[in-house]
């Protein structure tokens, strides 16, 4: 392998793991005021939102496609099913619709 992808490699590891490991070094021991630790719960589930979202109403031609299942799932989930079965259950409600149109 040549010598110039190695270090590539290793420098890519670095940078991705430098802003990981300085946070939890540098405030490892600083207590955050409950509010701030409220933000910072909830930050993965935005950013899985925005990731999301968009995609679900642009997976076919259809907008109402993406609607429906996206409905199912999160009547699913609000009833408090388990997340294989909201999963689930935008899948078989996916396919009704697929073979009613």
Do not use: E, H
């Amino acid at each position: 392998m040549n010598n110039a992808i190695v270090w590539m490699i290793l420098g890519m590891g670095i940078v991705t793991y430098l802003p990981r490991m300085l946070p939890l070094v540098l405030l490892g021991r600083v207590q955050l005021p409950p509010f701030w630790q409220g933000v910072l719960k909830n930050v993965p589930y935005a950013a899985l939102g925005a990731l999301i979202i968009p995609d679900i109403f642009f997976i076919q031609d259809d907008i109402l496609f993406g609607g429906i299942g996206f409905a199912a799932a999160v009547i699913a989930a609000w009833l408090g099913a388990n997340v294989i079965v909201v999963v689930l259950a935008a899948v078989v409600v996916l396919s009704c619709y697929s073979m009613l149109m």
